[in-house]
Antibody
Framework: QVQLKETGPDLVQLTQTLSITCTVSGFSLTTYNVHWVRQPPGKGLEWMGAMWNGGGTDYNSAFKSRLSISRDTSKSQVFLKMNSLQTDDTAKYFC????????????WGPGTMVTVSS | DIRMTQSPASLSASLGETVNIECLASEDIYSDLAWYQQKPGKSPQLLIYNANSLQNGVPSRFSGSGSGTQYSLKINSLQSEDVATYFCQQYNNYPLTFGSGTKLEIK
């Protein structure tokens, strides 16, 4: 069955770089698109960026040039890397699969909570 | 960016009641709207897509409606397991944007 799972650090120091891996199963990264969404504690959802099935990427301009998304199709993994972390980057980070014909999310990972510490 | 204004922010209702949650888009999104349910500590789960299509496995007491800029999620016969936060999401244009959420509690 379709599964996504995020793995990453619980704690990252201020101004450092965050790296999170999304490992997927039950579908191919060359067929489906996987996106990243984050949610600060007690707050709403924010779309971060996309890894398209063809290998291209798109980013929310809110993250300027801090964000990078890549993948390793042989390992069924999508990677998020974000630098210059601030305390307001403390959030739960989700990877989610985009429905192939429309742009809503049909499956989500459980998320990984990251705290930025000063 | 398309702004999604969701209301109310919180809602308390009795078991068996009907509740409505609204989402207003800052421009026409042509029914490119999804609703998600998020239970505490869990990831969002898709309920409705294309404004009014029920995702497989979602109980029929959930329904969506709307067009243009105005959309709503209706929950009939409220059950205890419906306690959650509900979000709308537009997918007419990038960046994808979400409503701020409605926290539903049982009275």
């Amino acid at each position: 069955q379709v599964q996504l799972k995020e793995t990453g650090p619980d704690l990252v120091q201020l101004t450092q770089t965050l790296s999170i891996t999304c490992t997927v199963s039950g579908f191919s990264l060359t067929t489906y698109n996987v996106h990243w969404v984050r949610q600060p504690p007690g707050k709403g959802l924010e779309w971060m960026g996309a890894m398209w099935n063809g290998g291209g990427t798109d980013y929310n301009s809110a993250f300027k040039s801090r964000l990078s998304i890549s993948r390793d199709t042989s390992k069924s993994q999508v990677f998020l890397k974000m630098n210059s972390l601030q305390t307001d980057d403390t959030a739960k980070y989700f990877c989610a699969r985009l429905e192939p014909y429309y742009w809503y999310f049909d499956f989500w990972g459980p998320g990984t909570m990251v705290t930025v510490s000063s | 960016d398309i702004r999604m204004t969701q209301s109310p922010a919180s809602l308390s209702a009795s078991l068996g009641e009907t509740v409505n949650i609204e989402c207003l888009a800052s421009e026409d999104i042509y029914s490119d709207l999804a609703w998600y349910q998020q239970k505490p500590g869990k990831s969002p789960q898709l309920l409705i897509y294309n404004a009014n299509s029920l995702q497989n496995g979602v109980p029929s007491r959930f329904s969506g409606s709307g067009s243009g800029t105005q959309y709503s999620l209706k929950i009939n016969s409220l059950q205890s397991e419906d306690v959650a936060t509900y979000f709308c999401q537009q997918y007419n244009n990038y960046p994808l944007t979400f409503g701020s959420g409605t926290k539903l509690e049982i009275k």
